[in-house]
DNA sequence: AACAAACCCGAAAACGATGCCGGAAAGGGT
DNA sequence: ACCCTTTCCGGCATCGTTTTCGGGTTTGTT
């Protein structure tokens, strides 16, 4: 690694003091014209790069942000390109850390990223995390924190979210429209917010329906794929068997319909079947998986501004929050009344 | 943001100089016993945190490695995940930026990453990259560097990636022992190394076994899944009509069997299909796809080792390269003689 | 000719930490 | 009582940059 060229060897060079090198390189009024080309000439040639390490040490910021999210997956990694994208062009770059929906994992992260000084966080909380010390520390330090997906309730943060509990009624409301009578829900882990208000979403909407809900056909699963299968098969072969399943997450539907063609039950006349997240890869199966479009992108973006307006701005924005209503696709695998 | 403890508030709560607040603090030989303890107490009562920034700039070096990736992608994602894991450990923080595999987003990252001071790369270059000079800029500038996955040939820089050639061999010879005698090839981007290799292995293994190789049953398409259904579509009602088709990815794979299905051709008893990168999805679909796993995970924590290594001795390691083997995973899609 | 006003530029402090060097105080030996 | 070691600590430079303040030179005006 070779020494990088400063201020200093230009200054040096042209026998003028740094200031008037720094003060010439950045367009500053008070510098001579003649010097002022002579110093740009001469960094153009010696290939100067401001050292940013020392600028942020003397003005206390990174334009760094710090981004904390429990997997790769990929609706997470959609929701990350759009926070990048935001944050490049604002002049911001980002340090990706996975919790790996580990607890433990995410604590360590916000310490390594608070002494890396970044400026400030963009959190999706793992899914084992019920206590919220690492965030209050964040706050206590007035670091600016934007929390996005899967958020918090019940704290002064600014949040972008998807509508899960619409989401959970519009899959559930158009399989009851398809003339589906007994729906199962897979859904995710017990305490996960976002599996929860989809379930929400899915009791709420059976019951103004009239539809009696069996708990039975509530299956909580981990996002491990095979756990999808399992609880299919179980389903399936219980005593009160459903004719439809909506399943949390796109994964988790391509376990099911797996075994359900595997029992040899065809989609979408016996078993409706309809996912979430709208990977597009529900578009290529057969039969395609209708899905619930969460905008993962487009959250990233939004996500991204809204820490950036924190940055710019003084005002409080800690009771603002983002929600993006949710889309259902319609495809095959739920679709059985021609239109 | 409030201000942190520096070490000088507490040189000035004990009265005492920073050097020996600096020096209790990391446990250095000459300073009194009671000094260092009471330093250490009000260190921890004040929440003392070293500022990075400080030392980057004291140490020139800031421990921070710049991943410079084209997509987030499963198999990507996954070697992220290695990497991080072995850099973390190592005491790094990684910074990863997506080029979109577009050229000029590679050049603007690596150009961000350097002056961000990173001290070194991890590179898997876009698929749209046929000049280097980006690459050579880190090169001259000293700056350890390391290519995987998708690396560079005619570069004398430590690499690490699959076989991608026996992935391909392994791959067409299974399909060939099934007694497939008319083999498609679904392959990638026309310049995409990856892509090319696997291709060679395709060709080589047909020529082995005397077969002839149709021209026409080649097909190079972008990654975007919809390409795959096409190109098999044109490939099934073609002429010259394949019993099998060997596509280089899994989402080529899926797209693939789609459209067979929608032709009303059975899998594996008509047409075979082998996909490639494992992706835990070929196990979930019906039929399952067999797939050649490329060590993903495996490939990433190898990367970040010799990163590791690099940073930490003085040995030339610019021609090292490891090379993973690939191993395929038969499934139901390819696999039509009884065992 | 004298004085004000531009116009340029340099010195030095600051950001937070480390590390070399030198010096004061304390202790031990003769 | 003197000298020589330890032991412990403070001063200062350093990393690369920005910024404030002040001073010198030139130009222009009356």
């Given amino acids: 690694m070779e020494r990088q060229t400063t201020i200093k060897d230009i200054a040096l060079a042209l026998r003028i003091s740094t200031s008037t090198v720094s003060r010439a390189l950045r367009d500053a009024p008070d510098v001579g014209i003649e010097t002022r080309k002579a110093v740009k000439a001469l960094a153009e040639e010696l290939d100067y790069q401001p050292n940013k390490l020392a600028l942020s040490l003397l003005k206390k910021q990174t334009n760094t942000i710090g981004i904390i999210i429990p997997n790769l997956d990929y609706v997470l990694a959609t929701m990350v390109k759009g926070i990048d994208e935001v944050a490049l062009e604002a002049g911001y770059t980002v340090m990706v850390c996975q919790s790996d929906e580990s607890f433990g994992r995410e604590m360590v992260n916000t310490k390594r990223l608070l002494d890396s000084l970044v400026d400030g966080f963009i959190i999706s909380v793992s899914s084992e995390t019920m206590v919220f010390d690492h965030i209050k520390k964040i706050q206590n330090k007035k670091i600016p924190l934007v929390l996005f ?191």
């Fill in 149 to 339: 997906d899967r958020v918090i309730n019940n704290i002064s943060v600014p949040k972008v979210r998807l509508d899960n509990v619409e989401g959970g009624r519009i899959a559930t409301k158009h399989l009851i429209d398809q003339g589906y009578k007994n729906i199962a829900l897979l859904a995710g882990p017990e305490n996960l917010n976002i599996s929860n208000e989809r379930k929400e979403g899915y009791l709420e909407t059976l019951k103004q329906n009239k539809i009696k809900v069996d708990k039975n056909l509530i299956i909580h699963c981990d996002f491990n794929q095979e756990y999808a299968k399992v609880a299919t098969r179980e389903l399936l072969t219980g005593k009160n068997k459903p004719d439809a399943i909506f399943a949390i997450s796109d994964r988790l539907a391509i376990g099911a319909m797996t075994v359900i063609k595997e029992l040899g039950l065809s989609i979408p006349k016996e078993i409706g079947l309809v996912g979430f997240n709208n990977e597009p890869i529900t578009q290529l199966l057969t039969p395609s998986i209708s899905s619930v479009e969460m905008y993962a992108f487009e959250i990233g973006k939004a996500t991204a501004k809204i820490f950036i307006e924190m940055m710019h701005s003084e005002v409080d924005m800690s009771e603002k929050e983002i929600v993006f209503k949710p889309k259902l696709f319609i495809r095959e695998s739920s679709n059985r009344i021609r239109k």
